[in-house]
């Protein structure tokens, strides 16, 4: 049981890209949803998020430029990236609760790649 990320690529700087999370052989467990990147030689760090509440929560450099969102009727979680920046490159994660054999389990994907440039 995985989450499935697919849609990065390269983009030229002011560009858009849209990158989906399934979860493989499950469904989500609850609302929560966060995508995070990692940059070469840093820290991942939490980009967008979904609350279990249903809030949507962004990291400060992407407010206004990102949209995180979730279709339950696909079983499939997104992230619309507008206006990309050569800093927004990066491997992206997705992040969420599946349900493993009737337990709460804390899934990561394996990530794709995101690269903004001219």
């Known amino acids: 049981v995985q989450l499935v990320e697919s849609g990065g690529g390269l983009v030229q700087p002011g560009g858009s890209l849209r990158l989906s999370c399934v979860p493989s052989?499950?469904?989500?467990?609850?609302?929560?949803m966060g995508w995070y990147r990692q940059a070469p030689g840093k820290e991942r760090e939490l980009v967008a998020q979904?609350?279990?509440?249903?809030?949507?929560m962004y990291r400060d450099s992407v407010k206004g430029r990102f949209i995180i969102s979730r279709d339950n009727a696909k079983n499939t979680g997104y992230l619309q990236m507008n206006s990309l920046k050569p800093e927004d490159t990066a491997v992206y994660f997705c992040?969420?609760?599946?349900?493993?054999?009737?337990?709460?389990?804390?899934?990561w994907g394996q990530g794709t790649q995101v690269t903004v440039s001219s």
């Open positions: 052989r499950s469904i989500f467990s609850d609302n929560y």
């Open positions: 992040n969420a609760h599946l349900s493993v054999d009737g337990i709460l389990t804390n899934t």
């Open positions: 979904l609350t279990i509440g249903g809030d949507t």
